[in-house]
């Protein structure tokens, strides 16, 4: 028991009837702040916060993980989230549906546990009138309400640490192990809460150190062992972190001041530490995300009496209570001290108790320095003033200005909000769409948990998609998201705007198509029938170098997406030599939402180098799932199969690029004309193709007259053969324009390092372009035994003998490693594919695997005449495939022509015209 510890005056005892009066006193007064706390954090719960922000709705990923069975001691995603408050959530839509009120209704719960617990804890250490003022603070706080009324887990820290600490003193009062047994749990439980638990530990341990100094070793001890049970139980976290290091990466994101510590730059750090000191009354959390920016924890009054607190807290450091008080506050406000955004009052969340009875102590303090009855009546007076002032202040903060700012309303999402209602009043029960950012997932659920309505909107991104389907349909564009301007024409041509307001807008889109044409290209999917249609590719006449060309592409859904598919639409800008300047990818309408006949716009940006010469150049477009091949286009009513759609030329204006930007991209060969110069790869394989090139500044590009490359070693050369050159127009003084051509490496060349040297222009000036490595490979003319023989010949190149094995049956899911074995006819005059594809009877491709031979050592151009190159082809089983028997097919195709046509296949197994062969059958499993 200690031996020093000076507790408040007892209250009367409960065998006296003043006693009792004062025990039911106690209790109503109890029970008033906390129906006052309560209601403040219920009320209006639907309109404050104005909606619902992503880290909250990101709550019900986690829910769905320990729906499906997972229940992991820490979720990782979303920069990594500690158990407690998502197991909690998952309880609470249980029992009260997936809706606004259940989805809160934890942090609610944590923000009055944690206030009861405050009551207990600050009466049995400070007073009665201590505990009022701390708790009517909590009550009424913009912090506590802020932390108290979102879907969040910081809430629960300071819950459990004030029950934990109430827990611990009862163990230090009484002397009894059983206190400090479950004061250790609950110090333990408090780990899995928030990020900065562990300083709550770390207080019990300071105080420990300071009772053992002072002698009161039993104490001590006590606290101590309450702290190795709580790090005991929270080794599973700590385990989980050291397996999974980037589980930490939000803590590690926020500690730029502690890392400029170790680095032995202490200035972040203090720097951080002044903004914290100067919350309570100052300076305040800088984002509106959590606080009215840059408000104070509480206004000058209180904030004043809260320094004095502390102040008293070292005059009467020789009382356990009021040291132990210290040490909570300082230790906890340490988290927002060492990481960025500070003040920040999420991150401080432990140090909120202690705040709130410092300046409960500070006040009632300065009140009992007044003297005489009338001094004391008016200081009185003073304090509940302040008192009032908080409250009043705090309450229009947080329920007039903090939801009306725009940065609040966009970080909460209050357009969807305000779509919701808009649908609630107006009764609307037919389909709608919503312009989103984050169509796919965060703003859906957001939506859904609002609770206004039973609709449940489609989705897109109206800053690069359009969505117009096949029904009558309400569109709603929220301000935060508006429509790109050639997606805006497009709506205003086909609907009719029905309502405006700050917000959002509402339109009417009747059903029927915008296009005349029937269909320009079908595109094939791994599913059954036609994925879609592309109606029209629209583009720009011309575009100046360095802007970006807009290209829409507008497609009709012909089938719709079975679950967990992800199509993606690509755009290429190729000159015409084949010479890729841009491309970009993107569908922001998700597949979940396809709908027979809808019809969609893709606006995709495509930036153009600055230093691209003037040219006429195409533009491709073609859709791809996932990472795999593009799918087949079934172009015009011959039927004919292409994997990118020529949608049409635009005329490049070459602007030039600044010379400084091209010395930090190239090798600088200057001065003038040719300016600098690249060389891609520099480590090369027989048969491969080295890009070079060529800045020019001041010439007419219009003269160049080609370029010859040289490999030279030990006198020995190597002419280069020049495949593509491209590039026209004049570039101007100060700025450069850029040559492209690709040079083949013969087959024949040997290992080892190379000079390359290239002559251009009239005058053939050489210019050395250093270094490159040509790669050996081994090379043999021997047939190996084949267990399965194919023999047959792919357009007169090269022969496909066979399988170095049988394939045996596979199971799904399983991956079959096969081998094909190539013999070269004649040499390759590009660089060809070679594809292996499983299909059924019906030709649909299941799995595939694409690429260039033997793992992209040995290209098709590097092959001589009779050697035989093994080629290896790992195909992975689906897990949704039927068993029974498939196909396996292989060929060849050129991946940088438009279209990616085939070699035709020639043998006795073959039909006329095919341009793939039958390896071998094969049968899958259960």
Same mark, same amino acid.
């Given at each position: 028991m200690l031996s020093t510890f000076s507790r408040p005056a007892p209250e009367p005892s409960r065998a006296h009837p003043g006693g009792v009066q004062t025990c039911?006193?106690?209790?109503?007064?109890?029970?008033?702040?906390?129906? @006052?706390?309560?209601?403040?954090?219920?009320?209006?719960?639907?309109?404050?916060?104005?909606?619902? !922000?992503?880290? #909250? +709705?990101?709550?019900?990923?986690?829910?769905?993980?320990?729906?499906?069975g997972q229940y992991p001691v820490f979720f990782d995603l979303n920069g990594g989230n500690e158990p407690f408050f998502a197991y909690l959530v998952t309880a609470t839509l249980a029992l009260f549906g997936e809706n606004l009120l259940a989805l809160r209704l934890p942090a609610v719960a944590g923000g009055l546990i944690g206030i009861a617990a405050l009551w207990s804890l600050a009466r049995r250490l400070w007073g009665q009138a201590a505990a009022t003022v701390a708790v009517f603070l909590a009550a009424v706080s913009l912090w506590h309400l802020m932390d108290s009324r979102v879907s969040l887990r910081a809430i629960w820290l300071p819950a459990f640490l004030t029950v934990a600490y109430y827990l611990l003193w009862r163990g230090l009062e009484e002397g009894r192990r059983l206190w400090y047994a479950v004061g250790g749990v609950a110090l333990g439980l408090s780990l899995y809460t928030y990020?900065?638990? /562990?300083?709550?530990?770390?207080?019990?341990?300071?105080?420990?150190?300071?009772?053992?100094?002072?002698?009161?070793?039993?104490?001590?001890?006590?606290?101590?062992?309450?702290?190795?049970?709580?790090?005991? &139980?929270?080794?599973?976290?700590?385990?989980?972190?050291?397996?999974? =290091?980037?589980?930490?990466?939000?803590?590690q994101d926020l500690s730029y001041e502690l890392t400029a510590l170790r680095a032995g730059d202490p200035l972040p750090v203090l720097r951080s530490a002044l903004r914290v000191a100067g919350m309570f009354a100052f300076v305040g959390d800088p984002e509106w995300r959590y606080n009215v920016a840059g408000r104070p924890v509480f206004c000058l009054p209180i904030?004043?009496?809260?320094?004095?607190?502390?102040?008293?807290?070292?005059?009467?450091?020789? !009382?356990?209570? %009021?040291?132990?008080?210290?040490?909570?506050?300082?230790?906890?406000?340490?988290?927002? /001290?060492?990481?960025?955004?500070? =003040?920040? $009052?999420?991150?401080?969340?432990?140090?909120?108790?202690?705040?709130? +009875?410092?300046?409960?102590?500070?006040?009632?303090?300065?009140?009992?320095?007044?003297?005489?009855?009338?001094?004391?009546?008016?200081?009185?007076?003073?304090?509940?003033a302040a008192l009032a002032l908080e409250a009043g202040m705090a309450l229009y903060g947080y329920f007039l200005v903090w939801p009306a700012h725009p940065e609040v309303r966009d970080v909460y999402r209050a357009d969807l909000a305000d779509i919701a209602r808009h649908l609630r009043r107006s009764g609307e029960t037919g389909p709608a769409l919503v312009s989103s950012e984050y169509a796919a997932d965060l703003d859906r659920l957001s939506f859904e948990y609002l609770g206004f309505t039973e609709i449940r909107p489609r989705y897109f991104?109206?800053?690069?998609?359009?969505?117009?389907?096949?029904?009558?349909?309400?569109?709603?564009?929220?301000?935060?998201?508006?429509?790109?301007? =050639?997606?805006?024409?497009?709506?205003?041509?086909?609907? #009719?705007?029905?309502?405006?307001?700050?917000?959002?807008?509402?339109?009417?889109?009747?059903?029927?198509?915008?296009?005349?044409?029937?269909?320009?290209?079908?595109?094939?999917?791994?599913?059954?029938? =036609?994925?879609?249609?592309?109606?029209?590719?629209?583009?720009?006449?011309? +575009?100046?170098?360095?802007?970006?060309l807009e290209v829409v592409v507008h497609y009709r859904v012909s089938a719709p997406a079975p679950g967990g598919h992800a199509v993606t639409v690509f755009a290429h800008l190729r000159d015409e030599a084949g010479f890729l300047w841009s491309q970009s990818d993107a569908l922001t309408y998700p597949t979940s939402d396809w709908r027979l006949g809808d019809e969609a716009y893709q606006l995709i940006s495509l930036a153009l180098p600055a230093d691209m010469p003037d040219q006429a150049a195409t533009v491709e477009v073609g859709f791809y799932e996932d990472a795999a091949q593009p799918y087949a286009l079934q172009i015009g009513p011959e039927r004919l199969a292409f994997?990118?759609?020529?949608?049409?030329?635009?005329?490049?204006?070459?602007?030039?690029?600044? @010379?400084?930007?091209?010395?930090? !991209?190239?090798?600088?060969?200057?001065?003038?004309?040719?300016?600098?110069? $690249?060389?891609?790869?520099?480590?090369?394989?027989?048969?491969?193709?080295?890009?070079?090139?060529l800045w020019w500044e001041g010439v007419d590009l219009g003269d160049?007259?080609?370029?010859?490359?040289?490999?030279?070693?030990?006198?020995?050369?190597?002419?280069?053969?020049?495949?593509?050159?491209?590039?026209?127009?004049?570039?101007?003084?100060?700025?450069?324009?850029?040559?492209?051509?690709? %040079?083949?490496?013969?087959?024949?060349?040997?290992?080892?390092?190379?000079? &390359?040297? &290239?002559?251009?222009?009239?005058?053939?000036?050489?210019?050395? &372009?250093?270094?490159?490595?040509?790669?050996?490979?081994?090379?043999?003319? #021997?047939?190996?035994?084949?267990? +399965?023989?194919?023999?047959?010949? @792919?357009?007169?190149?090269?022969t496909l003998l066979g399988l170095t094995e049988t394939i045996a049956p596979a199971r799904r899911g399983q991956t079959i490693d096969l081998e094909l074995v190539w013999q070269a006819l004649a040499p390759f005059d590009r660089n060809l594919t070679v594809f292996v594809h499983l299909t059924d009877g019906e030709g649909r491709v299941w799995a595939a695997h694409d690429g260039v031979p033997a793992a992209g050592v040995r290209p098709t151009r590097g092959w001589l005449t009779g050697e035989v190159i093994?080629?290896?082809?790992?195909?992975?089983?689906?897990?949704?495939?039927?068993?029974?028997?498939?196909?396996?097919?292989?060929?060849?195709?050129?991946?940088?022509?438009?279209?990616?046509?085939?070699?035709?296949? $020639?043998?006795?197994?073959?039909? /006329?015209?095919?341009?793939?062969? @039958?390896?071998?059958?094969? #049968?899958?499993?259960?």
């Open positions: 039911r006193r106690r209790l109503w007064v109890a029970a008033a702040l906390l129906c @006052l706390a309560a209601g403040l954090r219920l009320v209006a719960l639907d309109g404050v916060p104005p909606g619902l !922000q992503h880290d #909250e +709705v990101f709550k019900t990923v986690f829910v769905e993980q320990v729906r499906s990020s900065s638990s /562990a300083l709550g530990v770390a207080t019990v341990v300071l105080f420990g150190f300071w009772m053992l100094a002072r002698g009161e070793r039993r104490a001590a001890a006590g606290l101590l062992a309450a702290s190795a049970l709580a790090l005991v &139980l929270g080794a599973p976290l700590a385990l989980h972190w050291a397996k999974v =290091p980037e589980a930490g990466v939000r803590v904030g004043l009496a809260c320094y004095f607190g502390l102040w008293l807290c070292w005059r009467r450091r020789d !009382q356990p209570q %009021f040291a132990f008080l210290a040490i909570w506050a300082v230790v906890n406000l340490a988290a927002s /001290a060492v990481t960025g955004s500070s =003040p920040s $009052t999420l991150r401080a969340v432990g140090a909120m108790p202690a705040v709130y +009875v410092l300046a409960a102590l500070g006040a009632l303090e300065a009140l009992r320095g007044v003297s005489g009855p009338a001094g004391r009546r008016l200081a009185s007076v003073a304090l509940v991104d109206g800053s690069t998609s359009l969505l117009l389907p096949a029904e009558k349909t309400s569109v709603f564009v929220p301000a935060s998201r508006p429509l790109a301007e =050639p997606l805006m024409k497009v709506l205003a041509g086909r609907a #009719e705007l029905q309502h405006e307001a700050s917000s959002f807008q509402a339109w009417t889109v009747e059903p029927g198509s915008s296009s005349t044409v029937a269909w320009l290209a079908e595109v094939q999917a791994p599913w059954p029938g =036609p994925a879609l249609q592309v109606l029209a590719v629209e583009l720009p006449d011309a +575009v100046r170098a360095g802007k970006s994997t990118r759609l020529k949608a049409g030329e635009v005329s490049i204006e070459g602007s030039g690029a600044p @010379l400084d930007s091209v010395v930090a !991209q190239a090798v600088f060969v200057g001065p003038g004309p040719l300016v600098g110069a $690249t060389v891609a790869p520099t480590v090369v394989q027989p048969g491969q193709d080295i890009e070079v090139s160049f007259s080609g370029a010859e490359a040289v490999l030279t070693q030990a006198g020995e050369a190597r002419s280069l053969r020049t495949q593509a050159i491209s590039g026209d127009g004049t570039s101007t003084p100060g700025s450069a324009l850029r040559l492209r051509m690709r %040079f083949a490496v013969p087959a024949d060349t040997p290992r080892g390092e190379w000079d &390359l040297t &290239l002559r251009v222009g009239r005058t053939a000036k050489e210019v050395a &372009l250093g270094r490159v490595f040509v790669g050996g490979v081994e090379r043999t003319l #021997e047939i190996p035994e084949r267990p +399965v023989t194919v023999r047959v010949e @792919l357009g007169g190149r090269a093994r080629d290896p082809h790992p195909i992975a089983v689906p897990t949704d495939v039927a068993p029974g028997r498939y196909r396996l097919i292989a060929g060849m195709y050129d991946s940088d022509r438009i279209g990616y046509p085939r070699l035709l296949v $020639t043998g006795a197994s073959t039909v /006329a015209g095919a341009d793939w062969a @039958l390896i071998t059958e094969l #049968e899958v499993l259960e």
